[in-house]
């Protein structure tokens, strides 16, 4: 695609319009800076730390030990894993025997694991020595073609004293019994040579990662993302991106060589915070801040709060949920935020007032962006200064990518500026399409000039100096904490209980989380339910931040005259 020159007055000063040499496997960030800053610290957890050498070593030999086992190019490896040391090492491993990590939340339920596991063909799991994760690993991997798996235990990554006293105490979490065969991750590394094979990598046509999305329609999809996405995306961000490093000092692009911390509170198995967070610290050889809970403590957050005041990271990825929680927390006056630099804010909009009251404690500038996890995921930002953002936008497309909006009946139709239609996106970043869902991908992209753009299914408008805004949702997608909810993929789970005639589940705004789920249930003939009663199936059955918060009993739900349930007008009920 040609260089973009976006319509504006107010694109950032010194940013170019697009960027230049970001097709490379994305192991060679870490390799890159291993080289350039072989003793610099890496991943922070717990008062301990590993370097980029001590990181590359690790994956070096992971992927030694995957090669040892017959994974080799395009072979599928799953994660499951919060915010822990392992994670980069683990990441950059499998990619560097030439295979596909495929990033799953370890807090969803086995069958939801087991769907995922089945569709990907994944032949290996890494998972945690937890009471509750490990034992939904085994039970996840049955019937699948998973053939190992690798257990990570935290102990080996915590401070000796620490890890000594934990031990003693029973603070460490861990499994009560594993199952015959499984490996141990300290096992593994010690057995492995730093020898990983060669393998040649084509950054813009092999998968790397493959992420579960909904899509535009709910239907769980491995979108397969390849070393480019990433790296693009992580090399236009390093161009977009300008802050004053120091007070007085002009913007400039952020400094690489250990100067910048980042704050893990993004999940690794979601590409916001794989993007934004860890690449983007292993790309410039920064330090990076494993949060593997961010609402721990009492009240919840507390401890992410001390990690802030203690570690003194300069830049944080997060959602408009967690900016909210710094702000209420009650006992915010009592932490030093000041080291906080600038703020990536995703995944949902971002209330004003919360981005004031933010800027105000910490003196850091929120700058919001938008993308999908089809796009790696940033499509497009704000300006990274308070002159040029505008509160409430999502800015400007990434230098080399283009944003067109089209019409929402005829998606080949261009709308004219200041129109409403459906939002699409062309660059580097747009991942390779749906595995194994040629129908799917039919849906989602179309050819504009001989360039492929991606429906994003999001309602927005360029106003008339260029900022993009989303206004609405093509989609029925809940946004829940920054994290995206299928209504479809609640329903298929209720529709399981045998009390259940009809349902449906829309978003409706909450104060603190963007949106929450509601469910409305409709029960056969003859039978009866409590809220209490269907809260706990929920509980049993689905991943906490897909859980209806609110459970309304129905004799009727709208639906269609062909039959269709009418989400639409339960939102507008809601609203109403």
């Not at 694991?113 to 937890?130: A, E, I, R, T």
């Not at 096992?187 to 046509?205: F, L, T």
């Not at 070393?227 to 300008?242: C, K, L, M, P, W």
């Amino acid at each position: 695609m040609p260089e973009q020159v976006w319509k504006t007055a107010h694109w950032p000063e010194g940013v170019a319009h697009d960027v230049k040499d970001y097709k490379f496997p994305i192991f060679k960030l870490l390799d890159d800076s291993a080289r350039d800053y072989p003793d610099n610290v890496f991943t922070v957890f717990n008062g301990a730390s590993k370097t980029f050498s001590q990181v590359k070593d690790t994956a070096d030999r992971i992927a030694f030990f995957l090669a040892q086992k017959g994974i080799g190019k395009g072979d599928k490896v799953a994660i499951f894993l919060p915010n822990l040391p392992h994670f980069p090492e683990i990441l950059f491993g499998i990619l560097k025997a030439g295979a596909v990590a495929v990033n799953c939340n370890p807090v969803y339920t086995p069958s939801e694991l087991n769907l995922q596991l089945n569709d990907s063909g994944s032949k290996m799991v890494f998972c945690m020595d937890h009471p509750e994760f490990y034992p939904n690993t085994v039970k996840a991997i049955e019937n699948t073609q998973v053939k190992s798996v690798v257990v990570c235990n935290i102990k080996s990554y915590l401070p000796k004293l620490k890890g000594l006293l934990g031990s003693l105490l029973g603070k460490i979490p861990k499994a009560d019994s594993h199952q015959p065969g499984h490996i141990m991750f300290d096992d593994m590394v010690a057995g492995s040579r730093p020898e990983p094979p060669k393998i040649n990598i084509d950054p813009e046509n092999d998968t790397a990662v493959m992420l579960y999305t909904g899509g535009t329609t709910g239907v769980p999809k491995g979108a397969e993302l390849t070393h480019t996405n990433f790296t693009y995306d992580v090399s236009a961000g390093f161009e977009y991106i300008r802050l004053a490093h120091g007070e007085g000092k002009p913007a400039e692009q952020l400094y690489k060589g250990g100067f910048h911390t980042y704050l893990g509170v993004l999940p690794w198995y979601h590409s916001f915070g794989i993007t934004v967070a860890l690449l983007s610290a292993a790309g410039s050889g920064s330090r990076l801040i494993c949060v593997p809970d961010p609402r721990a403590g009492n009240p919840p957050f507390t401890e992410v709060l001390k990690i802030v005041q203690k570690e003194k990271p300069t830049i944080m990825p997060a959602v408009p949920t967690i900016f909210v929680a710094f702000t209420n927390h009650a006992l915010l006056d009592n932490f030093d935020l000041s080291s906080l630099m600038g703020c990536f804010s995703g995944g949902a909009p971002l209330p004003p007032e919360v981005c004031r009251q933010f800027e105000d404690k910490t003196g850091a500038v929120i700058f919001e962006g938008y993308g999908l996890t089809e796009t790696s995921p940033v499509v497009s930002v704000n300006p990274t200064n308070r002159e040029d953002r505008k509160i409430g936008s999502i800015g400007f497309p990434l230098p080399g990518t283009d944003v067109k909006i089209l019409d929402l009946e005829n998606p080949n139709i261009e709308l004219p500026q200041g129109e409403d239609g459906e939002v699409a996106a062309c660059g580097p970043q747009v991942m390779k399409g749906y595995w194994k869902r040629p129908d799917a991908n039919e849906e989602v992209f179309v050819d504009i000039d001989g360039s492929r753009y991606f429906l994003t299914g999001d309602i927005g408008h360029i106003d008339d100096e260029g900022y993009i805004l989303i206004t609405d949702r093509k989609k029925d997608m809940i946004i829940v904490g920054g994290f995206n909810v299928y209504p479809r993929d609640v329903e298929d789970i209720l529709y399981t209980n045998p009390k259940v005639e009809l349902c449906a589940v829309v978003g409706v705004p909450d104060a603190r989380s963007g949106e929450t789920v509601k469910a409305y249930i409709k029960l056969k003939e003859g039978e009866t339910a409590t809220e209490e009663e269907f809260s706990a199936f929920c509980r049993e059955n689905m991943a906490g931040y897909k859980r209806p918060r609110a459970i309304e009993f129905r004799d009727e739900i709208p639906v269609s005259n062909i039959g269709k349930v009418l989400r639409r007008v339960l939102r507008d009920e809601e609203t109403a």
